[in-house]
Structures are given as C-alpha cells and as structure tokens.
C-alpha cells in the first residue's frame, strides 16, 4: 500500500528543545516537501527536496532545517523551538517534475510550550 | 505572486443539498488547479484536479470547472452526504525553472452536513 507515515503524530515540547518529525514514504518519490498548517492560513511550504541531498527553501522555512539522505526519507527538524512553531505539520511527496498529484501524510501535531 | 482566495466557513448544509464553494486565483501564465479535501484527523487528498482553461475536473459526485475568464474554479456537488463533512482546499499548481513546483493554497472551507 503507497503510504507516507510521520511520527511522532503529536508532539508537546518545551521552547528550546531540539527535536525532529520524521516522514517516510514507499511510493520511491523524488520529490518531498513539508507544509505547516495554521488556522486562517492555510498550508505554507517550509521546505522541499526534488532528490536525495538536494533540499530548497520554501515560504516559511525560518527556524526549521531538513535533510534528504535517503530518497525514502525527509525529516524535518526544529534546533530550537519556539511557541510560534506551534502547528499541524504535514509532509508531502510526488512522483516526478510531470507529477501534479502530492500525497501527504498523516499529521503531526506540534505544541511548543 | 501566486494567490488563492476561498469563501470563509463553516459551511453547514442539511443532507442532499446543494454546495458551491467559492475559489478564485491570482496567477500569471497557465497554473494548474486543484481541490484537496481533509478529513477529520487525516491529511489532505487529491479530491479534482484541471490542467488548463475549460477544463472540468470531477470525482465522487464533486466538479469543478477551470474559468480562466473569471480566474475561478469553484467547487459543486448537487446533493452533499454526512460522509462529506471536511475541510476543501483550493490550490494552484505551478511548475518552477529548475523542474521544482510550487502549490499554493487557499486557507480552507470547513463543511459540515447534518442530517
């Protein structure tokens, strides 16, 4: 079954305590992105990857970093975190630059206390 | 830059009736559209999609009809169930130099459908 999974699903921190959302998908897509979403705001892509280390920034990516080591996986990870990046956070992927179809997982909800 | 502006919610329709949500865009060239809907607890998923002007999208009884005149692309379903009580996304697709792409989303409309 194609799937993207994240974990943790939530997530309540403290302020300052790194910490990372992992996503994961099977479906062997080139290209991942993260978006968070907020109440009036919609969803704003932080960041994305069209192929393992190559990573850009999207709309929102201040006080968030990714990595794309593998093509399966593309955590996102918060060094410090802030009450400002309390959020629902999605990850995305597709199949390929022709792809318009995204697939997204779960959710992960984030409080940063 | 790319915009999308969508009706405020919630909407709340009874069972069978009829639902329009509004979407309109803000986008230079040829943008592909879509409508995402999310249900409750889970992420988005592809409900339409049009490629170019005139095209109508379409999928479980919802459509959508690419204006390119009216830069909208409303969404309808002639008689709503309780099973489509979500949140819709309007987005707007655009391929980037460089092979990236970009989607840009309206904020959302919550439907609810009561019997």
């Known amino acids: 079954e194609a799937q993207v999974t994240q974990n943790p699903r939530y997530l309540i921190t403290v302020t300052g305590k790194k910490l990372t959302v992992t996503c994961s998908q099977n479906?062997?897509?080139?290209?991942m992105s993260w978006y968070r979403q907020d109440p009036g705001l919609g969803l704003r892509q932080i960041y994305y990857?069209?192929?393992?280390?190559?990573?850009d920034k999207g709309d929102v990516p201040e006080g968030y970093k990714v990595s794309r080591k593998e093509k399966r996986n593309f955590p996102l990870i918060l060094e410090s975190p802030s009450p400002n990046q309390t959020s629902l956070y999605f990850c995305?992927?597709?199949?390929?630059?022709?792809?318009?179809?995204?697939?997204f997982g779960p959710g992960t909800r984030l409080t940063v206390t | 830059g790319d915009s999308v502006t969508q009706m405020e919610g919630p909407v709340t329709l009874s069972e069978e009736a009829f639902l329009t949500i509004n979407c309109t865009y803000t986008a230079t060239g040829y943008p592909s559209l879509f409508w995402y809907v999310q249900y409750p607890g889970e992420g988005l998923q592809l409900l339409l999609k049009?490629?170019?002007?005139?095209d109508k999208g379409s999928n479980k009884g919802f459509e959508a009809t690419y204006r390119k005149e009216t830069t909208s692309f409303h969404l309808e379903k002639g008689s709503v169930q309780v099973s489509d009580s979500a949140v819709y996304f309007c987005a707007l697709h655009r391929m980037l130099t460089g092979g990236g792409n970009k989607l840009t989303f309206g904020t959302g409309t919550q439907l609810k459908v009561e019997l």
């Open positions: 990857s069209m192929n393992v280390e190559v990573t």
């Open positions: 995305a992927t597709r199949g390929g630059v022709r792809s318009y179809e995204q697939y």
């Open positions: 049009a490629t170019k002007a005139d």
């Open positions: 479906m062997n897509h080139e290209y």
